[in-house]
């Protein structure tokens, strides 16, 4: 089970948890805030009942601006793994996060949240992170159109491999382009991931989550995968390169998983690892 710091945080001399952001993208407004936590030996945490309190900073001020409950979030997900035989046999991975669903974020500037967590011998542990909040998403904002992303999909190539490092390719991941989803009025989830060449280690399994849910939805939405990188670049010469598409919806980081509502307007997005449950909820409200 792994998470990337991929935000500045950190432990201190005096404190006892590393906290290991899992966001880059913090915006003004209303978000889900999620990390993980390592005790000082290493050793990632999985209990509940952190307690998150967020300051903005100015100056040499820390200013309180909310607690919040963060519990932990634990799944198991299978990926599928194909053996030189050409056998697949699915491979379990366990993978969780913290997560604060809601932490409001009221100016854009550098902000710290300090991580409490009580254990159950009587130590509490201590550890903090600092992050940018910035004042607009370089991803699309929740609530306006996304961009009309004219992807490939099956139609356009002889091998699915050309548009996936999913081993083996999931045909139904690839049967609409963004652009198609919108021209039909239909609800759809675009999931940008990598699983051969994800620099965060978490594309596999989150596009796994997501097809499992993709699988239980049916005909209500569309799903799309998108290669974030070009595959023959990544392929052939070890370079990653980020694909026009990727350019389009502003990313800087990967995954990510955004939920469109039939007007083409974006209804939610997740950053990172996410539970089932997260889009399932997202997807009810688009799909009813």
């Given amino acids: 089970m792994e998470l990337e710091p ?10 006892e948890l590393v906290v290991l952001p899992a966001m880059t993208e913090v915006v003004v407004g209303t978000q889900r805030l999620t990390f993980g936590l390592l005790d000082k030996d290493g050793t990632q945490l999985e209990e509940r009942g952190a307690v998150v309190q967020l300051y903005r900073l100015e100056g040499e001020s820390d200013i309180p601006r909310g607690q919040y409950q963060a519990n932990f979030y634990r799944f198991e997900v299978e990926t599928p ?14 993978r969780g996060l913290y997560r604060v669903p809601n932490a409001a974020f009221d ?4 902000w ?5 967590l009580p254990a159950v011998d009587g130590r509490t542990r201590k550890g903090s ?7 607009h ?3 699309p904002a929740l609530g306006s159109a996304v961009p009309a992303t004219a992807n490939r999909t099956a139609r356009d190539v002889q091998d699915l491999a050309e548009l996936t490092t999913r081993t083996p390719p999931e045909p139904l991941f690839h049967q609409v382009s963004v652009a198609e989803a919108l021209q039909a009025h239909r609800p759809f989830v675009v999931v940008f991931s990598t699983p051969a060449f994800c620099v965060r280690r978490l594309c596999g399994s989150v596009l796994e989550i997501v097809r499992s849910v993709a699988l239980n939805v049916g005909e209500k939405a569309a799903f799309i995968q998108i290669e974030p990188y070009g595959i023959a670049a990544a392929r052939n010469d ?16 990967e995954p990510w998983v955004f939920v469109v509502d039939a007007q083409g307007r974006l209804a939610a997005k997740f950053e990172g690892l996410l539970t089932p449950e997260e889009l399932e909820s997202a997807l009810t409200e688009v799909t009813g």
């Fill in 137 to 139: 998403a370089g991803t």
């Fill in 129 to 135: 992170m600092a992050f940018l909040v910035v004042e």
């Fill in 6 to 15: 991929v935000a500045s945080g950190g432990t201190s001399a005096a404190e």
């Fill in 81 to 94: 793994h194909v053996h030189e035989t050409g056998e697949v046999h699915p491979h379990l991975e366990v």
């Fill in 107 to 110: 100016a854009p500037g550098f």
């Fill in 238 to 253: 070890g370079k990653l390169v980020l694909m026009p598409a990727s350019r389009e919806w502003g990313l800087r980081s």
């Fill in 112 to 116: 710290r949240a300090d991580v409490t």
